[in-house]
């Protein structure tokens, strides 16, 4: 009889444990503003990033639901709690970038953006956008 009690108990504080981190994102969310999904661009376009129910701040910079910008081309978003190694195709906003200017070869490109935390720790896919360009 204890042994159910037990699980019972262990199943309750992982349902709250769950619906705790699911709350935590509720509400918020990020979208690629600029350009619009489907759009076509020139090798060279600019890209605008918005968050809400979150700001923006610099890495390293802790404040409550705060984070900064990634964004991975021609790839998905990032598990929550992985941290992104920043190379060609997986760009981090370190200083709290808002936009940025992408040069990319011709053809279809998915732009994927994501909001991390300071310490650079994914958000995963509650906070994460992606669309589809042409570049011409």
């Not at 199943?11 to 709250?16: F, G």
């Not at 918020?28 to 700001?55: C, L, N, W, Y």
């Not at 610099?58 to 190379?87: C, N, Q, W």
């Not at 200017?101 to 958000?123: C, D, M």
């Amino acid at each position: 009889m204890n042994i159910k009690r037990s699980f019972a108990r262990l199943a309750l504080v992982a349902v709250a444990c769950a619906l705790i981190s699911c709350s935590e994102e509720k509400g918020a969310h990020v979208a690629i503003v600029q350009p619009v999904d489907g759009a076509t661009v020139d090798r060279s376009f600019k890209v605008v990033m918005s968050v809400e129910g979150k700001t923006v701040h610099k890495t390293g910079e802790r404040a409550p639901d705060s984070g900064h910008f990634l964004l991975v081309v021609d790839g998905g978003y990032l598990p929550m709690g992985e941290v992104m190694i920043s190379d060609r195709e997986h760009l981090s906003f370190d200083q709290g970038e808002t936009e940025t200017t992408l040069h990319l070869y011709p053809g279809k490109h998915t732009l994927t953006l994501q909001f991390a935390k300071s310490t650079g720790q994914s958000y995963g896919h509650a906070l994460s956008h992606s669309i589809a360009v042409n570049v011409k």
